[in-house]
């Protein structure tokens, strides 16, 4: 069993950084695949980034992809959102989560552990 805390999240300015973290306890997250997804309100949970096992592959939804960069540090166990050149539709609670068999997984079924999720707030 994995569980996620994520931290990082705020209030921030159209084109600033953020980086989010996702703290997992216990070994077993070196086994898991794993991805971000958010949530804005009023609209469904989508999506937005996905790493392999060793960190090798990325995914990343097209609203994302040449803005956001996902990593993760397996010594540390922990997987990162770096986020540039926000954007006020980028507003959103951010998950991370955990997936038991499948690498780069797009749909929200293919998680099996989450995290209670980070605010993300992007003025105009």
């Known amino acids: 069993q994995v569980q996620l805390v994520e931290s990082g999240g705020g209030l921030v300015q159209a084109g600033d950084s953020l980086r989010l973290s996702c703290a997992a306890s216990?070994?077993?997250?070196?086994?898991?695949?794993m991805g971000w997804f958010r949530q804005a309100p009023e609209k469904e949970r989508e999506f937005v980034a996905a790493i392999s096992l060793s960190g090798a592959r990325t995914y990343y939804s097209d609203s994302v992809k040449g803005r956001f960069t996902i990593s993760r540090d397996n010594a540390k166990l922990t997987v990162y959102l770096e986020m540039n050149s926000l954007k006020p539709e980028d507003t959103a609670v951010y998950y991370c989560a955990a997936s038991p068999v499948f690498e780069g997984a797009t749909q929200i079924y293919n998680y099996e552990y989450w995290g209670q999720g980070t605010q993300v707030t992007v003025s105009s």
């Open positions: 216990g070994r077993a997250f070196i086994n898991y695949p």
